[in-house]
Every structure is written in C-alpha cells, then in structure tokens.
C-alpha cells in the first residue's frame, strides 16, 4: 500500500526544530526485546501500551512478527493484556486502508486492535489518546522506531524510541 503525503509528519518535525525537547524519548532502546514490560507497568505506572507496527514489530507491510520481537511481544500482552495493547499505523487502519481489511488482517495476526484513524502520525493523537479510554495519559506509553513522527506523542505520554530497524537486521 502506498503512504500519500503526511502532512502531520511536516508540521511535527517543525515543531521538534522550536522545541528540541520533543526529541528525547522516556527511553531508548535498540529493539522491544529489551523492554522490561513488568518494570514499565509498576515502576513508570504505564497502564496501555501503542505500537507503531512497521520496524517495531514486523517488516514493513509484513503479519508476523520480527523473530527478535516474538518473546517481548508475547511478554508485553502477558503483563498488559491485549485489551490493554494496540497498534496504530499510517498504513493499516488509517485513510490509506479505506476498507479496513489490513487492519483486520493485523488483528487477526497478532490479536490486538489496530486504531482506525484519519490523521497521520503524528496529528492522530487525540485519536489514540480517545481510544486508549486512559484519563491519565502519562499512563499510556507509545512505541514507535522514529524520532520525528512520535514527537507530539511525547507531551501526552510516555514514549519509548527503537533505534534499530529490527525487522531489516
């Protein structure tokens, strides 16, 4: 599927250039496999958790999971539940899959609820803040493999950066 034009993504990479703060995730790791899901629930009181799927979980456009990812994956729904974990994407569930079969797909696939949206990343964080149902957003903890598309992400909720494309190593 092609991803047009995000206009959302401009706008947030001129407010990370006037607000560099934005830049700084709550932490930094090279893949999920290092998060420690358990610690970020009881020690950062994180009560949901969005991913973003493309290099965070899979390939791009892939269904399964990075084999690096499958134990953290299968550790963060244990700790969180999969009511409690989705996965927002510019592709999958946005304009771009007017239908929804992608999202369904990825549903299917990895059992949790991808977020039909209409704004790109980043413009879509009201949309995920609405569907997470967390009065407390410093509770919800987005995950995502870019600096610049999650930076409006930052100032609602905790925010853990993937430097590494895992689903490319």
């Known amino acids: 599927m092609v991803q047009w034009f995000n206009l959302a993504g401009i706008v947030g990479v001129g407010r990370a250039i006037t607000q560099p703060r934005l830049l700084v995730p709550s932490l930094r790791v090279t893949s999920i496999a290092e998060v420690k899901w358990q610690e970020l629930k009881e020690q950062r009181n994180i009560s949901r958790v969005v991913f973003d799927k493309d290099n965070c979980l899979t390939s791009p456009y892939a269904l399964t999971l ?7 994956w299968h550790e963060c729904l244990r700790v969180f539940g999969p009511d409690h974990v989705s996965i927002v994407s510019n592709s999958s569930g946005s304009l771009d899959d007017p239908d929804g079969k992608e999202a369904d797909a990825i549903e299917h696939a990895l059992g949790v609820r991808v977020l039909r949206h209409t704004v790109k990343k980043p413009g879509c964080v009201q949309e995920v803040l609405d569907h997470a149902n967390e009065p407390d957003s410093s509770r919800i903890c987005v995950v995502g493999d870019r600096v610049s ?8 909720t905790q925010w853990i950066h993937t430097c590494a494309t895992q689903a490319n190593s």
Do not use: I, N
């Open 149 to 156: 598309p999650s930076d409006s992400f930052h100032t609602h």
């Open 66 to 72: 990075h084999p690096t990812v499958v134990e953290s």
